[in-house]
């Protein structure tokens, strides 16, 4: 592995902070945290989707539930955090999660690892809709035909659809 360059914060938020390297701007999550993501499929074959609006983009976003590992408890763990992911965005529990992927969200701009874990034995246990501020719609997609309901939002209603959720079903397929 090479050795790192001389780094320099340029800027610093409660949340992110914009760090120099190299001859690279990047930005990276104040406290390290990495993100898990929640490949979830009802026993009627449908995918698990999340829909809301993402300010930064300005649109809402179909994505997979997701979250961070340790937002909120310092000794969290992935599985931990994608179990409680599932159930506050969308109202499933898992019996099981595996890990099935890890790779970076966006290697250019962001120092960010999104892990990719596989609920098995889910069932529907509450509402859902996030946490206090979150306004999340849960959507529940027959997994062959994700792709194309996908597409037609993204014509009709001008919604963009997270390569998480492509990610999530060459996954799925691979499985």
């Known amino acids: 592995m090479a050795k790192r360059a001389k780094r320099s914060v340029l800027a610093e938020g409660r949340y992110l902070r914009l760090v120099a390297e190299g001859g690279w701007e990047f930005a990276e999550r104040s406290r390290g945290l990495e993100a898990v993501a929640v490949i979830a499929v009802t026993p009627q074959r449908e995918l698990i989707l999340t829909e809301q609006f993402r300010i930064p983009l300005g649109r809402n976003v179909i994505d997979l539930p997701a979250g961070l590992v340790g ?4 000794h969290d763990s992935l599985a931990a955090a994608a179990l409680r992911e599932l159930e506050e965005e969308v109202g499933y529990r898992a019996r099981s999660v595996k890990l099935v992927f890890s790779g970076p969200t966006s290697a250019g701009l962001s120092n960010e690892v999104v892990n990719f ?4 034995g889910v069932r529907r246990v509450g509402p859902g809709g996030g946490v206090a501020g979150e306004r999340i719609a849960v959507h529940l997609v027959p997994v062959d035909k994700v792709l194309s309901w996908t597409k037609r939002r993204g014509r009709r209603d001008g919604v963009l659809t997270s390569p998480n959720v492509l990610a999530a079903l060459a996954l799925l397929a691979a499985e």
């Open 117 to 120: 874990l596989l609920a098995r």
């Open 71 to 74: 937002d909120d408890l310092e």
